[in-house]
């Protein structure tokens, strides 16, 4: 089939394109190729995306390799490291829907035949799945990698998020100021995702799983040359993907989905998976439910153990056989006839992988243990969703009772675990932080990581409406819904109350009764809109529940 491009560059009557091209040093044999669009997420600010420049690089020799032409244009990345913990956090989650409609923009308006996606962070690499499956155009991600782990701290390997809990060390003289510094030297000592296994490696991995990456490429260190040649080799099979009218929703199925979360229920996956999941599923024209998503994570053994439920992070991963190490293991509770991007289904790919025992991993018949991935609970304080992740619970914090102490926002919670007015005992309930309430639906990642910091997290736990960071350890319930801005039940807990946590049932149960919530109901009101205008007003308005991905809608 002739590629879509050469419909506006044919002559004569497109001879205007033509020339536009021409102006930037494109050639009449550049223009009679396919062109492919390079969807670059590299910047200056972001660490995981500091390196795409340079991988770039590379896919554009594989383009040219091939028969194709690379057209490279921006996208936005915003990095949620550097946003944790205070305003900015509030745009992170709804930049996934912009960097989506960002690359719609420009592959349709430009009329490109295909694209290779650049990205690696958070909320960066589901942008591109959801633009992606809402294009049906041939398309392949190519991650920059993960960075290398840090120095020893605290008796296992360091990454950033040592240093929140660290100033909980320092807070209460377990630490020294001067060692807090050298620790902010060494915990991050080269570019790449963040070294342990958090939502961007999480997603990495999740999108091999799926299909839209080449086998083994998910899981290849930032600084390893083999990122390079994965790279170029994308290149390549982008523009025979064009000639084999091989498009995204051909890979993009319920089917893969379903493999897709099984892998993050395999890996321990960050609980940011299942926003972004039904956020791909929605765009692709399906619904991927939180009922299919509970008996998924249910019916999934924990095969593979890393950083923060192990000392192991990302780089150890690739050593002991990345992503093809567990979906071999996994293959028997997989559908192997989904496509990927290869051309071939994902059983072909896993064909020639062999089973190498390793400390990290596990089998079908010897797992860590068997739905530990991820926990969905359900109760009269989430009648919808509250999200989980056992993997990174101690087995004894799984079943929590405490008395609630509640905070509007995350700053309050933040400054009252710094200042010592959080004990023992207590459930920690940060509310007005859902994806409409917050808006953008922040983590609180850092009262988890401040917790830990101040010794509180085997006799403490949070539960939010809001999210957490893959990397959280300790007793958390995220993603409550219906959400506290919208009358949930969050909205009405009062301090003192009772809650219950019991995630091998999968409750969680405010000790309430009806009628007395009843009342409470009937004497809460809505707290003001926090932004009235800007994005945040508009992603405010038009997102989703959690527990539907917590997505701009656009279609009736």
């Known amino acids: 089939m002739k590629p879509r491009s050469q419909k506006i560059l044919a002559r004569p009557e497109w001879s205007k394109m033509r020339a536009l091209y021409k102006s930037m040093g494109y050639s009449d044999y550049d223009l009679e190729r396919p062109l492919i669009g390079i969807a670059n997420s590299w910047n200056r600010v972001v660490p995981g995306h500091y390196n795409l420049r340079r991988v770039s ?29 205070h305003d900015g956090m509030h745009y992170i989650l709804p930049s996934r829907d912009l960097i989506a409609n960002d690359i719609e923009i420009m592959i349709q308006a430009h009329r490109l035949d295909a694209v290779v996606l650049l990205g690696s962070c958070d909320k960066i690499v589901p942008g591109m799945l959801m633009a992606a499956a809402r294009l049906d155009l041939p398309a392949i991600l190519v ?34 100021e001067e060692e807090l510094y050298r620790l902010e030297d060494a915990v991050a000592p080269t570019c790449g995702s963040c070294s342990f296994l958090g939502t961007a490696n999480t997603m990495c991995c999740l999108a091999e799983g799926l299909g839209l990456s080449l086998p083994g490429s998910a899981t290849i260190p930032a600084y390893f040359a083999d990122r390079l040649r994965a790279a170029q080799e994308a290149g390549r099979r982008i523009v025979a993907m064009v000639e084999e009218d091989l498009t995204a929703r051909q890979i993009i199925t319920p089917a893969s989905l379903a493999n897709a979360m099984r892998l993050s229920s395999a890996i321990g ?28 994570a249910k019916e999934t053994p924990h095969l593979a153990k890393m950083n923060p439920a ?27 006839n989904t496509l990927t991007v290869t051309g071939q289904t994902l059983a072909q790919n896993l064909a020639s992988v062999q089973i190498q025992e390793h400390p990290m991993l596990r089998g079908l018949d010897d797992p860590w ?8 609970l359900r109760g009269n304080l989430a009648p919808r969703t509250g999200i989980t992740k056992p993997a990174a619970i101690k087995p004894e914090m799984r079943v929590f009772k405490g008395k609630a102490r509640c905070f509007d926002c995350e700053e309050e919670a933040n400054q009252a675990i710094l200042a010592d007015q959080v004990g023992p005992g207590e459930v920690v309930v940060i509310r007005y932080e859902g994806p409409k309430g917050g808006p953008g639906m922040r983590e609180m990642y850092k009262a988890m990581k401040l917790l830990y910091g101040k010794g509180l ?54 000790a309430v009764s009806d009628e007395e919530l009843a009342r ?11 932004f009235t205008s800007g994005y945040l007003a508009v992603y405010a308005r038009l997102a989703s529940s959690a527990d539907q991905g917590a997505v701009i809608r656009h279609r009736d």
């Not at 926003?275 to 765009?283: N, Q, S």
């Not at 192990?310 to 192997?336: C, E, I, S, T, Y």
């Open 57 to 85: 690089e590379y896919v554009q020799q594989g383009i040219r390799q091939a028969g194709g032409t690379p057209v490279e244009f921006g996208v936005i990345a915003a990095c949620d490291g550097l946003a944790n913990g």
């Open 143 to 176: 991650v920059g990698g993960p960075m290398a782990g840090g120095c020893e701290f605290d008796g296992r390997p360091s990454d950033t998020t040592s240093l929140v809990e660290a100033m909980g060390m320092l807070s209460r003289g377990k630490i020294s």
């Open 269 to 296: 996956g960050s609980t940011n998976t299942v926003l972004h999941l039904p956020a791909v599923a929605y765009e692709a024209g399906f619904e991927l439910s939180m009922a299919d998503i509970q008996r998924l």
């Open 310 to 336: 192990a000392p192991q992070n990302l780089g150890d991963f690739h050593a002991a056989g990345g992503v093809p190490a567990v979906l071999k293991r996994l293959l028997p509770l997989l559908d192997g």
């Open 369 to 376: 243990e068997v739905g530990g991935g991820l926990a969905v």
């Open 457 to 510: 997290a085997l006799s403490t736990a949070v539960v939010t409406d809001g999210r957490f960071s893959g990397t959280n350890n300790g007793c958390f319930v995220g993603h409550v819904s219906p959400e506290a801005a919208e009358g949930g039940p969050l909205a009405l807990v009062a301090d003192g109350d009772q809650i219950t946590i019991d995630i091998p049932a999968g409750r969680l149960h405010l």
């Open 520 to 530: 409470r109901k009937a004497a809460w009101q809505a707290p003001p809109r926090k």
